[in-house]
């Protein structure tokens, strides 16, 4: 299993679906399902083109095609509640990690305009 996780985004990463061995899905699994409870990390999976796929030059669109394909028609992905289905896909993660990036640059926005008030104040 990889896994990569950003503490600022409190997002984890899990790829390569495909290549779990079929029985031991369940760890993965648990931790879609219990991912972002109580201030942990919310984790995502991800599956990229193959090396074939690859080779053969698919297009990032077809790509998205086959992961969305794998993971609506492959058990156990494609039973999971919308809850956990929607921590499933590169564009769920992309659209996930916007929202991240929205909200550290409102943050920062805010800090930025308070220090240039105080310093107006001064």
């Known amino acids: 299993m990889l896994?990569?996780?950003?503490?600022?985004?409190?997002?984890?990463v899990l790829t390569k679906p495909d290549r779990?061995?079929?029985g031991e899905e369940?760890?993965?699994?648990?931790?879609?399902q219990s991912g972002g409870e109580n201030g942990g990390i919310e984790y995502y999976s991800v599956k990229n083109p193959d090396s074939q796929d690859i080779r053969n030059g698919i297009t990032y669109e077809q790509a998205r095609e086959k992961e969305g394909e794998f993971f609506s028609t492959r058990s156990p992905w494609s039973n999971?509640?919308?809850?956990?289905?929607?921590?499933l896909g590169t564009d769920k993660l992309t659209r996930?990690?916007?929202?991240?990036?929205s909200n550290l640059i409102a943050k920062r926005r805010v800090l930025h305009t308070s220090n240039l008030s105080a310093d107006r104040n001064s």
Do not use: C, N
């Open 26 to 32: 369940a760890t993965w699994i648990s931790k879609i």
């Open 3 to 12: 896994f990569h996780a950003v503490d600022a985004s409190r997002a984890g």
């Open 80 to 87: 999971l509640e919308w809850l956990y289905q929607r921590r």
């Open 96 to 101: 996930r990690l916007g929202q991240v990036l």
């Open 20 to 22: 779990i061995p079929m």
